[in-house]
């Protein structure tokens, strides 16, 4: 299969993913289709990532949705997809990622779900999501709203730390094959928890789940995803890259407002003090 057959097939899954299953031919589609947007590295969609997407029983929004995780409480289903994703070949087949899965972690019953990018190295030592740096960040917010870790469900698009040649301790983004390896699993954990707001830390997040769009412009209100509001959010490793080199004060500010969005479509309490964290002296 050529590079742009193979682009054109992913792109489709992808649309497929998110229940379209017809697809309109505008003139000039198979000109843009054949330039990739920015070099990812040469994987094809994993056949077993494709046996669930094209599963032609299945009603088309929920065909990737179609785990059946056993168990009769929440706590129990999300254990049964740990344990079914332990050995995904649909992520194993692809050969880019590392074999430590790292499931999610907090409550099933959680009102609020925060999905990030994939587990980095501090989360693959102690397999458990958002424990390294952008994980404390991660936790200082929820702590600022009111919130401990275990209040809420914290899950990745990605359940595995992206493989790269000499890793070390590098980290990178898990690319769209990598994110459409571990959907089933991201919608089956939406569909068990039921949570009243997702929340998405960071545009590869939001574009595995299919948002697509640069964070400033997606942020600052909510969008549907499945029934589901979902706010669309800076990365907490974007907060400490911009402490970094400016103070990160706009966006702290604007995570801030997110979140406040959030604590309100939750019916949550704010003080004054949350209210005015960000608010100019
Ligand atoms: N970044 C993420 O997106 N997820 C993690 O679990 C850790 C860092």
Redesign the pocket.
């Known amino acids: 299969m050529s590079a742009a057959a193979a682009l054109l097939r992913d792109h489709l899954l992808h649309r497929l993913s998110k229940g379209e299953t017809h697809v309109l031919l505008r003139p000039g589609v198979f000109g843009r289709a054949a330039e990739p947007k920015r070099p990812e590295p040469k994987v094809e969609a994993p056949a077993a990532a494709r046996e669930v997407l094209e599963r032609p029983s299945l009603p088309a929004p929920t065909r990737v949705s179609q785990l059946t995780p056993t168990g009769s409480t929440n706590a129990e289903k999300i254990a049964s997809l740990a344990a079914m994703a332990e050995s995904w070949e649909a992520a194993r087949q692809l050969g880019t990622l590392r074999q430590t899965m790292?499931f999610s972690v907090g409550d099933p019953n959680a009102k609020l779900m925060l999905i990030?990018?994939?587990?980095?190295v501090?989360?693959e030592r102690q397999r458990e999501?958002?424990?390294?740096p952008?994980?404390q960040k991660l936790t200082g917010i929820l702590k600022a709203m009111g919130l401990e870790r275990s209040q809420v469900y914290?899950s990745?698009i990605c359940k595995f730390r992206p493989a790269m040649d000499n890793q070390g301790s590098g980290?990178r983004a898990p690319t769209e094959p990598e994110m459409a390896s571990c959907l089933p699993f991201v919608l089956t954990e939406i569909d068990v928890i039921r949570p009243q707001i997702i929340v998405a830390?960071?545009a590869?997040?939001s574009k595995g789940l299919g948002i697509e769009g640069p964070v400033g412009r997606l942020r600052g209100k909510f969008h549907d995803f499945r029934g589901t509001p979902i706010m669309v959010t800076y990365?907490?490793?974007y907060i400490l890259r911009e402490e970094k080199m400016n103070g990160g004060m706009q966006a702290k500010r604007q995570v801030w407002e997110d979140m406040l969005q959030v604590m309100e479509r939750l019916s949550m309490p704010i003080s004054e003090k949350q209210r005015g964290f960000f608010k100019a002296k």
Do not use: C, Q
Request: aromatic letters at 4%; a negative charge.
């Open positions: 790292v990030g990018e994939a587990p980095g501090e989360e999501p958002f424990v390294g952008a994980g914290i990745n980290n830390l960071g590869t997040a990365h907490p490793s």
